[in-house]
């Protein structure tokens, strides 16, 4: 079955903590992005790749880190310098940069405790 | 100013209504114009997917653009209970450096 997977659904962070976000993708897609949702604000976009080993900052990259090693993969790390991580963290991903639908993972819930 | 704008709602009909739903855009650039539906505390959902202006058709959605006024459209018709979600839009110029903008999304509740 195609798709993306996003684990863990839940996670939670002590203060001062990193944390990594799993992002997995078996669509051969070339894309990759990740968007943070918080109520009632839409989708903000933190980082996207559009190859291996290269990636570009999105609108609120501050306190994120982000690799792509394989095509598959793009995990985030939140940083202990993103002083308000609590929100709904989505990957997606898109078969070319001529291709404008994205897919999107199911997504993770990071709280900070 | 936002690029995209959408009413958050909520938005509450009865089922079987139809539900019109809309969003505005400033940036006249944009070619892509795309709706995503998604459940509570799932992953967005491509519902339509558009390019320029006119209208397109599939099943119980209709989504409708018109460039002049930097505005576009989601009809649902028949409203279903299993229609209640929150609705974005998003759209985007297409070219290779372009991101996809997406608006803060409309609530929808179909009373039964």
């Known amino acids: ?113 | 100013q936002k690029e995209v704008e959408q009413d958050p709602g909520p938005l509450s009909v009865p089922e079987g209504a139809i539900v019109s739903l809309n969003c505005t855009y400033s940036n006249s650039a944009f070619q892509y114009f795309m709706w995503y539906r998604q459940y509570s505390r799932k992953g967005p959902e491509l519902l339509m997917y558009t390019y320029s202006s006119g209208n397109k058709e599939d099943g119980r959605f209709t989504a409708q653009v018109d460039k002049s006024s930097k505005y576009i459209s989601l009809f649902i018709r028949d409203s279903q209970p299993s229609d209640s979600a929150t609705y974005l839009c998003a759209m985007s110029a297409g070219s290779s450096a372009s991101k996809i903008i997406f608006g803060s999304g409309t609530r929808l509740s179909i009373r039964p």
């Open chain 1, 1 to 113: 079955d195609g798709g993306i997977t996003q684990s863990p659904k839940y996670l939670f962070r002590k203060e001062g903590q990193n944390v990594t976000l799993s992002c997995e993708q078996n669509l051969n897609h070339d894309a990759m992005y990740w968007y943070r949702q918080d109520p009632g604000q839409g989708l903000r976009l933190i980082y996207y790749s559009q190859i291996v080993n290269d990636f570009q900052k999105g609108d609120i990259a501050e306190g994120y880190s982000v690799s792509r090693e394989k095509k598959e993969s793009f995990p985030l790390t939140v940083t202990s310098a993103q002083k308000n991580p609590t929100a709904f963290y989505l990957c997606a991903s898109r078969p070319g940069l001529t291709n404008e639908k994205l897919f999107f993972g199911s997504g993770t819930q990071l709280s900070v405790l």
